[in-house]
């Protein structure tokens, strides 16, 4: 397997306990849209992260990263400076961006949003693209300015539990958005879902039992 040494060269929070990464890898470092890399950040201790930018952004390459309390990869990312080599192995994994015509519907919370930028930056023409993305508080919201920048995307966004009472958005989670929409919107297209195995198995259930999607072109990763 091999090893690539990066260096951190930017680092930003950008929603409650979550940090945006940025790093500078070695030339000859190459993904797939989708794939994750393992680091190493304890003794014989890795966690895997979806990289969240495009190859075409290579050497750069941003990770974003949910900062779990006492959690040995987050305690380890979070106390990074600027200049830091990290260890990464990769990449990995088969949650790759198809390269058809079809319609694009991403689904995500939480964190999950990290493969979702890899994908809509890479996808360079004016392909349909669709997003759900859902998060428990407001404060945990990220990329908005980045997903509204995109005319190519256009978006639904909840909140599960608002904290403002004053909250003018969609309450609810993406399961609620995706049982509102009609089969049709559905049609030829292909669905990407990144986020927790409970929400992903209620979305595939939903999608494949009530929207008459085909499963070959429902494809997901699972982050716990
Ligand atoms: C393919 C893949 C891609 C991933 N990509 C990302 C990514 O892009 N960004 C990202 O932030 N994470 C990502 N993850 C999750 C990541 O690998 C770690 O599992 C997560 O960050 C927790 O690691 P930790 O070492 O900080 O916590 P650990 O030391 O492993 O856990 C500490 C405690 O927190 C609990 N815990 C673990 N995860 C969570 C959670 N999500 N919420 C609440 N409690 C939790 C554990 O049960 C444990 O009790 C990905 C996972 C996979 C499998």
């Given at each position: 397997m091999t090893n690539h040494k990066a260096k951190l060269i930017q680092t930003k929070e950008i929603a409650h306990r979550t940090k945006f990464f940025r790093f500078?890898?070695?030339?000859?470092?190459?993904?797939?849209?989708?794939n994750?890399?393992?680091?190493?950040?304890a003794e014989n201790t890795f966690r895997a992260?979806?990289?969240a930018s495009s190859p075409n952004k290579l050497p750069e390459l941003d990770l974003t990263i949910k900062l779990i309390e006492n959690?040995?990869?987050?305690?380890?990312?979070?106390?990074?400076k600027t200049g830091d080599e990290v260890e990464f192995f990769g990449p990995f994994g088969h949650f790759i961006l198809k390269k058809n015509n079809l319609k694009k519907?991403?689904?995500a919370t939480g964190v999950g949003i990290a493969p979702m930028?890899?994908?809509?930056?890479?996808?360079?023409?004016?392909?349909?693209?669709?997003?759900?993305?859902g998060c428990r508080y407001e404060k945990e919201l990220m990329l908005e300015k980045e997903i509204q920048k995109n005319t190519n995307i256009t978006?639904?966004?909840c909140i599960s539990r608002p904290e403002n009472p004053d909250f003018k958005g969609t309450k609810g989670r993406v399961t609620d958005l995706i049982k509102a929409k009609e089969a049709?919107?559905?049609?030829?297209?292909?669905?990407?879902?990144?986020?927790?195995?409970?929400?992903?198995?209620?979305?595939?259930?939903?999608?494949?039992?009530?929207?008459?999607?085909?499963?070959?072109?429902?494809?997901?990763?699972?982050?716990?």
């Open positions: 500078q890898f070695p030339e000859q470092f190459n993904f797939k849209p989708g994750f890399i393992t680091a190493k950040v992260y979806s990289i959690g040995i990869g987050s305690t380890y990312f979070d106390q990074l519907i991403f689904i930028r890899c994908f809509w930056q890479d996808i360079q023409n004016k392909s349909a693209m669709h997003l759900f993305f978006t639904e966004i049709d919107f559905f049609k030829n297209s292909e669905i990407y879902i990144c986020g927790s195995t409970p929400m992903i198995d209620e979305v595939v259930k939903i999608l494949t039992q009530d929207k008459n999607m085909p499963k070959e072109h429902i494809y997901f990763e699972r982050f716990n």
